[in-house]
T-cell receptor
Framework: DSGVTQTPKHLITATGQRVTLRCSPR?????VYWYQQSLDQGLQFLIQ???????AKGNILERFSAQQFPDLHSELNLSSLELGDSALYFC??????????????FGEGSRLTVL | AQSVAQPEDQVNVAEGNPLTVKCTYS??????LFWYVQYPNRGLQFLLK????DNLVKGSYGFEAEFNKSQTSFHLKKPSALVSDSALYFC????????????WGAGTKLIIKP
């Protein structure tokens, strides 16, 4: 058990809809990372928050947004969903603000299916 | 451009034999290199890292990796494979550019046959 909790584990929705994925980081970790894993594109970094502030942005679509709350949990909002958004979305946490140590703790992911 | 390559989509090894999963990288400056493992229906787990020091790095579950600067490689190895080692393995390197994020390889599926 990594200590990172993601909900929901599975989500099925229709095109055009909006969903929210939630992540609770490991106790004491200040950074939260969001990744998208799909069969054709591998593991893609979306966005990182550190202690409530956006730290780095990756290949995140404008239809997607995220935030980190004062209690350090994070939410990833996906809107105007398309079939191609179907993927496994991972949250990872770390104590520090950059990938200096590289030891990220991953949750088990939220599998999103858009029909 | 900074990148990581895992040249093999899949590696098949008989149980008890040594295994190697290959990774090559391209970054400017000194590389920070990592290996992660993903078991079916699970998140990724950190295995080991190289930042500086000894070129042979030991990690979890009996895995080790050898850093080779001249060949820009960081291959993952284990002397004797177990069926339970079957999983997806990812190599990553820290981006030395503006955002210091990890750049991930595409992953290598390791299958250990009894």
């Amino acid at each position: 058990d990594s200590g990172v909790t993601q909900t929901p584990k599975h989500l099925i929705t229709a095109t055009g809809q909006r969903v929210t994925l939630r992540c609770s980081p490991r106790s004491g970790d200040l950074s939260v990372y969001w990744y998208q894993q799909s069969l054709d594109q591998g593991l893609q970094f979306l966005i990182q928050y550190y202690n409530g502030e956006e730290r780095a942005k990756g290949n995140i679509l404008e239809r997607f947004s995220a935030q980190q709350f004062p209690d350090l949990h994070s939410e990833l909002n996906l809107s105007s969903l398309e079939l191609g958004d179907s993927a496994l979305y991972f949250c990872a946490s770390a104590f520090g603000g950059d990938a200096n140590t590289g030891e990220l703790f991953f949750g088990e992911g939220s599998r999103l299916t858009v029909l | 451009a900074q990148s990581v390559a895992q040249p093999e989509d899949q590696v098949n090894v008989a149980e008890g034999n040594p295994l190697t999963v290959k990774c090559t990288y391209s970054v400017s400056g000194n590389p920070y290199l990592f290996w992660y493992v993903q078991y079916p229906n699970r998140g990724l787990q950190f295995l080991l890292k190289y930042i500086t020091g000894d070129n042979l790095v030991k990690g979890s579950y009996g895995f080790e990796a050898e850093f080779n600067k001249s060949q820009t490689s960081f291959h993952l190895k284990k002397p004797s494979a177990l069926v339970s080692d079957s999983a997806l393995y990812f190599c990553a390197v820290r981006d030395t550019g503006s955002n210091y994020q990890l750049i991930w390889g595409a992953g290598t599926k390791l299958i250990i046959k009894p």
